[in-house]
């Protein structure tokens, strides 16, 4: 683990063991505890005649990214340019059924499927967990994001209860996390950057900790990007500066030059060039200290993607 002082730049490297030492009593660490769905299908395809008079088939990979409507979700499908609006798509033996309502560009399409009396169990029956290529093991079902909320895979039980018997508070956010806020930026200007949207909770518990520390001057402390994104983004919408417990969905970008008003210090993973990621960790540590520390991390050996090591901005 690296940890970064986002005010002088220095960097020092530590375990994560020691990460409850970094922390101050008083602190509220906030966690993102999403779970990923089983969001990997496969379908075939129920055959559709082209201008040509070819009757289309085959198997089909998809991916659920948003959930946009009680039975429409916008999909990343393989191969994507075989995929037509119009196309029926059948999953398992029988078990769903979708029609393509929409396509977009890079393989997006959106799908309506015929309602059921359980999709999530459907899901879990049929659904693979997604785990990035470079991981090479079983995957196991869950409910909640279609992409794992990665820094707070590095706790564990033990060092939860270190982190609570210090003084920290430990609290929880839960933000749904869609494909988009992995993908790389494919516009050339920052304004014309635009997320995926996302949804997410807010409890009463953490709104009025978070509340109760501000007012205090007791720092706030992420865990994961995705926690950074669902506080400022509560932030911006509170009236009269105070958090309310609530559910919504969110779309904020942030990047170099944007004013925090929750978030003090971060948790996260290495996040590779040109994502949205990466925009996010410079806004809060600075730029020219945040690359900085990842010369210094590729130099050490340090592990980049979801699986790696983590890097804290206090």
């Known amino acids: 683990?690296?940890?970064?002082?986002?005010?002088?730049?220095?960097?020092?490297?530590?375990?994560?063991?020691?990460?409850?030492?970094?922390?101050?009593?008083?602190?509220?660490?906030?966690?993102?505890?999403?779970?990923?769905?089983?969001?990997?299908?496969?379908?075939?395809?129920?055959?559709?005649?082209?201008?040509?008079?070819?009757?289309?088939?085959?198997?089909?990979?998809?991916?659920?990214?948003?959930?946009?409507?009680?039975?429409?979700?916008?999909?990343?499908?393989?191969?994507?340019?075989?995929?037509?609006?119009?196309?029926?798509?059948?999953?398992g033996d029988n078990a769903l059924h979708a029609e393509v309502t929409a396509h977009g560009e890079f393989g997006e399409r959106t799908l309506r499927f015929e309602p059921i009396a359980d999709f999530y169990a459907a899901l879990d029956q049929l659904g693979h967990v997604p785990l990035p290529p470079y991981i090479h093991r079983e995957d196991a079902a869950s409910r909640g994001s279609v992409a794992a909320p990665t820094a707070g895979l590095h706790f564990t039980p033990e060092i939860l209860q270190k982190i609570s018997e210090k003084g920290i508070q430990i609290e929880y956010v839960t933000l749904h996390v869609g494909l988009g806020t992995f993908q790389p930026v494919r516009v050339d200007k920052v304004e014309d950057i635009h997320l995926h949207t996302e949804r997410y909770t807010l409890p009463e518990s953490t709104s009025e900790a978070v509340n109760t520390a501000r007012h205090e001057g007791r720092r706030v402390i992420a865990a994961g990007t995705t926690t950074v994104r669902t506080l400022e983004h509560c932030a911006s919408i509170a009236r009269n500066g105070r958090l309310e417990p609530h559910s919504g969905a969110t779309s904020i970008f942030i990047s170099p030059g944007y004013k925090f008003q929750i978030v003090e210090a971060l948790l996260t993973n290495f996040h590779l060039p040109q994502s949205t990621l990466l925009m996010l960790v410079s806004a809060l540590g600075g730029r020219e200290h945040v690359l900085s520390a990842y010369k210094h991390a590729v130099e050490a050996g340090y592990r980049f993607f979801s699986y790696g090591d983590c890097m804290f901005l206090s």
């Open 1 to 91: 683990m690296l940890m970064l002082n986002r005010q002088t730049g220095e960097y020092e490297d530590h375990h994560f063991r020691e990460f409850a030492d970094m922390l101050r009593e008083g602190d509220v660490l906030v966690l993102n505890n999403s779970r990923v769905i089983p969001a990997r299908l496969f379908a075939h395809r129920a055959g559709l005649h082209t201008q040509e008079g070819h009757e289309t088939t085959g198997r089909i990979q998809v991916l659920l990214t948003e959930q946009i409507g009680e039975w429409e979700w916008k999909v990343l499908a393989r191969p994507g340019r075989k995929v037509l609006t119009g196309e029926k798509l059948t999953f």
